[in-house]
């Protein structure tokens, strides 16, 4: 699909205080205590946010853009190639419901990302793999479970895996997360029927040695 038959509904509005359509928790919190954070980048958000969601343990979910050079990203330029943001689906967890190991699972099998800036048709740097990660140890996991699965990859005859992963640290600013606007959040909820891409490869994660 074309990025600009995606723009026709884009109502450049944004609500911060606006609540999960199918989990009814705030998309920017706050959350109970013990919930962490961590996003996902694997290719269109749309699609992406509903593997989250669908999960048990998972607190929240919402779509928005990281790992940018500019500040307020929206989605047209974003698209457009003009900030460097990849669109990604943060997500809200309780990990003694949810492992991470398990949101890895579903971010590694649930998308191809040997295929650098896109996935399938979706082309460019928004659709880039990324996980930005919150804490030193989901970036550890991350880096491991993206060893595994590249080894698991080669051994099928697939490209080197090209995944983005980095520390988003709010206080900071550093790779901060962009809530992205209203219509795209939970947007399968509002389109059944919506687009929906991802490429993958149909090889399970390994199990970590």
Known sequence: MSIFSR??????????????????????????????????GMGCFWGAEKKFWQLPGVVCTSVGYQ????????????????????EVTQVAFNPSTVSLLELLRVFWEHHDPTQGDRQGNDIGTQYRSAVFCTTLAQKELAIRTRDAYASALAARGFGGVTTQIAMSDAATGVNRYWLAEDYHQQYLVKNPNGYDCHSETGIALPELV
């Open 7 to 40: 723009f026709t509904t884009n109502t450049d509005s944004f609500h911060p205080e606006a609540t999960h359509l199918v989990l009814g928790t705030p998309l920017s919190g706050p959350w109970p205590e013990g919930t962490e954070v961590i996003a996902f």
């Open 67 to 86: 790992g940018g050079r500019t500040e307020n990203p929206t989605y047209k330029s974003v698209c457009g190639g003009f900030t460097g943001h990849a």
